[in-house]
């Protein structure tokens, strides 16, 4: 009941004054981060809805693979017979790789990660991705950009050269549960690859402060314009304003921006809240002790994908779902018929492209538990902590 009245006078208080969102709604004006305007009877409507879907909270908790990183012997390896080696290799087959996906970047990242992890473990050989096909590593821009810092050759035969050669011996993890993604072997993979942008031709990722530098708290809202957005991107952009006065908000879309673009977004935030969807593939680029919250729909769980990269770059990880019960339902067991297969797959289908109602209140529940987390962390580590990192966490009207 407590709650329940705490959403109606949220509802009111956010149709009487949303400050800058407001005004920037009623008079048409556009929103950081392109956020856009909207009507005020729609607004009056969203509004209403807002208060309707409130007594459907999503539930926020701690997420943690039982390990993120490739085992010892994920790689069947070839040494040269009597030569000193001057190439590392790492064959991408169809037995080993997400060939029919390839073209989706998320998935031709499951190809090549694993290979950069293998590349790190000689890093004074040439590195060569030996490809039975050249679709197998996919053609995006996205795509494109990692293979640029990756820094690697693609070849279908091997080179004359000596070579140490790598194949992944199994099919890469699908990340339902208890199937979770792993990326690469070693904690020092990720950050390592996020440290060549600047040797790179494609620019540079921002400094890291210096510890004497205090700052406030940055914030990032990663925001989706088709199936999974946000339904209340407006009121939770002011509910995180409200929480966090203090902060550096930036909301956006990964729509139109380069992989340096995003790359660069996502390593310059300290607390990143996304719904589940392929811009988190840039998780690799976050910075270490930075708090990520990804947002699933219900029947689409699916945390042991694009969180298992954010905790392999050393990240702290939150999951969001719906508080129904069926909302972590796993995908639908071989046994099941195929009129029940196709009824589970259109159920999930319609949810994964449907919007994402949760809830500011929500929001601002995560945000408290990714702020304590972050500050543990940089402090464990004696990292530059921002502001909000005093000796009493707090944020503004989340009791």
């Known amino acids: 009941m407590a709650e329940a009245m705490r959403a109606l ?7 009487l004054s949303l400050g800058k969102l407001s005004a920037a709604v009623d008079h048409g004006a556009p929103m950081a981060g392109g956020l856009a305007p909207m009507a005020g009877s729609r607004r009056l409507l969203r509004l209403a809805a807002l208060n309707s879907s409130l007594s459907r909270e999503f539930r926020v908790e701690s997420w943690q693979p039982v390990s993120p990183w490739l085992s010892r012997d994920a790689f069947d390896v070839e040494l040269p017979p009597a030569c000193t080696a001057s190439v590392v290799a790492c ?7 997400r060939a029919e996906k390839a073209g989706h970047f998320p998935h031709s990242a499951q190809n090549l990660l694993p290979c950069w992890s293998f590349f790190s473990a000689h890093k004074r050989l040439k590195p060569v991705l030996l490809v039975e096909s050249p679709a197998l590593v996919g053609s995006s821009s996205w795509t494109r950009g990692l293979l640029e810092l990756m820094g690697c050759e693609i070849a279908t035969s091997l080179p004359p050269a000596c070579a140490i050669v790598g194949t992944l011996r199994a099919f890469p993890p699908t990340g339902w549960p208890s199937n979770e993604m792993r990326w690469v072997s070693t904690p020092s993979d990720l950050p390592s690859l996020a440290g ?4 790179s031709s494609l620019g540079s990722l921002p400094a890291m402060p210096q510890p004497s530098g205090a700052r406030s708290i940055r914030v990032g809202l990663l925001l989706r314009t088709g199936g999974r957005r946000f339904a209340f991107e407006q009121e939770i952009v002011a509910r995180i304003r409200e929480a966090l006065p203090r902060a550096r908000l930036n909301a956006t879309t990964f729509d139109n921006l380069s992989f340096i673009e995003q790359a660069a977004w996502l390593h310059s935030h300290d607390l990143i809240l996304s719904a589940h969807g392929a811009q988190n593939m840039n998780f690799i680029f976050a910075r270490k002790c930075a708090s990520i ?14 969180l298992t990269a954010a905790q392999a770059a050393g ?3 939150f999951v969001a779902f719906s508080n129904a019960e069926e909302a972590r339902t796993n995908p639908p067991a071989s046994g099941l018929s195929k009129k029940d297969e196709r009824q589970a797959y259109k159920s999930r289908r319609r949810s994964r492209h449907a919007a994402l109602e949760i809830s500011p209140e929500s929001m601002a529940r995560a945000l408290q538990l990714m702020l304590k987390a972050h500050c543990d962390c940089v402090r464990r580590g004696r990292l530059a902590a921002p502001l909000q990192c005093g000796k009493d966490i707090s944020m503004s009207a989340t009791q």
Request: aromatic share 22%.
């Open 9 to 15: 006078l949220y509802t009111i208080g956010a149709m």
């Open 91 to 97: 064959g991408l087959r169809t037995f080993n790789t």
């Open 196 to 199: 060549r942008f600047e040797r």
């Open 293 to 306: 919250l990804e947002v699933f729909p219900p029947r689409y769980y699916l945390p042991g994908f694009y």
């Open 315 to 317: 990240a702290v990880t």
